[in-house]
């Protein structure tokens, strides 16, 4: 019932957030129903256009499943943005620059090299946090502006590609490139090794005591502890598990549609995540629907901004107004509860049905 309850809350907090945006692109001078109707015919258009809504979708499940499994803690993980940025530079660097080795076995490395870097972020964040009670959210948002100006750095300087005009590194080799799904796209086996690692996460919170006990931690760490459950180790565990999948999805990126480390390429998905995870009300399969639908959103609003005048922004109006809205289930709530009561109050009542020992009145 309580899922039951969430997911009610996820679709009306979507529509509210459609509505509501329908609103300002009518008082923009735009038609909603026109621009809706491009979006979608956009995204299904075509076989290309499909595969853009998977690919659009891959990099915002990794940083909707990052945020999610640290939020199930507790902890709020707004620094997937650096750790993204670190995977996508360390899948870079090992890609362009590990040499000899087999397909399969470079691009498992590459993507293990990327989640550890951001493992190594998660567990600094979290000793700050636990050694020294730092605010996470203030160190989060330090990291992130520290390792977007480190990237910079890197891709202007040390490792800029040789007569590149722009911040970029090397091409990466072949063997570090994800296989493809559809010839001539940006869709790749990434949107599948996401959608194992969300399986996987879901299996783990539910199905293991590891989760049982991230649960636990999460919603009462004084009961949490009461019972020997570690919540400062606990934290550790997640907040490292979180940074390794931003990592991978920030190498992904990289392996799969940059084919490089390309200052400021990376930006802008770790904050995305975040809308995701909320629409997904932070359950991992959830997420991977989530992404699709932002996909959708975005691969419709690109074909649109390419044939049309229609600002591209709509689409970042409609994610913020959907965390705004899962943020405070009590706004849903409550217009839920205005418009059934006077729906109720409509609908013509339902003679009571007689008792059995009533005599029913003659006609």
Known sequence: MRALNK?????????????????????????????????????????????????????LMFSGLAFAIAFKARIINVGVESQMIMGALVGAIAGAYIHGLPHMAHVTLTLLLAGMSGMLIGFFICFLKVRFHAQEVVICIMMNSILLYVGSYLANGPLKAVGAGVAQTETILETAKLTKLIPKSQLTTGFLIGAAIAIALA???????????????????IAGETYGIQATKLYYITFMLSGFIAAIGGSVLTQGVIMRFSDGAVSGYGFRGISVAALAMYNPLGVIFSSTLFGILNAGSQAVNRTTTIPYEFVDVIQVM??????????????????????????????????????????
């Open 7 to 59: 997911f009610k809350i996820s679709v009306l907090s979507l529509f509210a957030a459609l509505v509501i945006v329908a609103i300002v692109i009518w008082i923009s001078g735009y038609s909603p129903f026109d621009i809706y109707a491009r979006i979608f015919k956009g995204a299904f258009g075509s076989k290309m256009s499909i595969a853009l809504i998977f690919s659009e979708a891959t990099p």
């Open 203 to 221: 299996f783990i919170l539910e199905r293991t005591v590891l989760g049982y006990k991230i649960r636990v931690a999460g919603n009462n760490r």
């Open 322 to 363: 959907v965390v705004v809205f899962i943020s405070a289930p009590q706004i849903i709530q409550a217009v839920e509860k205005f418009f059934g009561d006077r729906l109720k109050k409509a609908l013509p009542k339902r003679p009571a049905a007689a008792k059995p020992d009533q005599e029913l009145p003659r006609a």
